[in-house]
């Protein structure tokens, strides 16, 4: 399956993800190796965009804190960055924290890493022994059942009909 599908309307299970504020979702979905962080839809918005948008720090933290290239300098198809939009829509909070960002990525980076539980590039993991395993083991099958369950969604939200079997563009 292709961790990157996109629906008709452009978004990935990582933009919808971002879109929601669903902080699990994003987690497992950028732990696949294969994940675009910076796919737009078809407006140009990309995930960071979306979380920023709706005010998902936490959403927002995990991208950047990924071990992904994160373009904090994305511009939409109206040709604006999410700075320029916490801007003219009064969203102190995010703009003060993407201004930091501009000024000191890295620095910003490691503190949000910190606060996070990072140790080295992935987050540390709770539990240990066997709990350890079958997290790590079950990665690759997240990321397909959250992306049926976005195909899923989408399908109804656009009322198309939808096939797990079906390998066309509608149901795929």
Request: proline share 3%.
């Amino acid at each position: 399956m292709d961790v990157n599908q996109k629906a008709d309307d452009g978004s990935t299970a990582l933009v919808l993800a971002c879109q929601l504020g669903r902080t699990d979702a994003v987690r497992a979905l950028l732990e696949d190796p294969r994940v675009d962080v910076n796919l737009p839809d078809k407006g140009g918005r990309t995930a960071l965009w979306w979380a920023g948008r709706n005010g998902f720090f936490r959403a927002m933290k995990w991208l950047l804190a990924s071990s992904k290239e994160v373009n904090v300098q994305a511009k939409t198809e109206a040709g604006t960055t999410l700075l320029d939009r916490a801007r003219t829509h009064n969203m102190g909070d995010l703009t003060r924290f993407l201004e930091e960002f501009r000024r000191r990525p890295e620095s910003l980076r490691h503190v949000i890493r910190t606060e996070l539980g990072f140790r080295g590039k992935q987050p540390e993991k709770k539990g240990g022994g066997a709990l350890a395993f079958v997290e790590e083991s079950c990665e690759e099958r997240l990321t397909d059942f959250l992306l049926r369950i976005f195909l899923f969604f989408s399908c109804i939200f656009l009322q198309m009909p939808w096939s797990q079997n079906c390998s066309c563009r509608q149901c795929s």
